[in-house]
């Protein structure tokens, strides 16, 4: 099992920049896929991004490719999103997720939920 706590949420303005942390609790870290998801207000919670075990391969959702990117830290037992030309669209509470996973393949499956989830944190974009 693996808690997973969010932190770097906040207020930045349309075209900004934030960077997402996520650290993991447990032994194994590195043997997770971990995953972004996001849910803006009024509507369901949605897919972001996700990597590997080995941080070889990520996946992204369309609507913030070339603008998110997804990394981790298995030494540190964290997870990153950096997020840049940020939108007001992409105002949401954004939430850490993990599956245990030893595959570098096949992260696509994880768009539709993982095992185990953050409590989230706030990114609100002004325009």
């Known amino acids: 099992q693996v808690q997973l706590v969010e932190s770097g949420g906040g207020l930045v303005q349309a075209g900004g920049s934030l960077t997402l942390s996520c650290a993991a609790s447990?032994?194994?870290?590195?043997?997770?896929?971990m995953g972004w998801f996001r849910q803006a207000p009024g509507k369901e919670r949605e897919f972001v991004a996700a990597i590997s075990f080995t941080g070889n391969t990520q996946y992204y959702t369309d609507s913030v490719k070339g603008r998110f990117a997804i990394s981790r830290d298995n030494a540190k037992n964290t997870v990153y999103l950096q997020m840049k030309s940020l939108k007001p669209e992409d105002t949401a509470v954004y939430y850490c997720?993990?599956?245990?996973?030893?595959?570098?393949?096949?992260?696509?499956?994880?768009?539709?939920?993982?095992?185990?989830w953050g409590k989230g944190t706030l990114v609100t974009v002004s325009s």
């Open positions: 447990g032994r194994t870290f590195s043997s997770y896929a």
């Open positions: 997720a993990a599956e245990h996973d030893t595959t570098d393949w096949g992260l696509a499956r994880f768009r539709y939920g993982m095992d185990y």
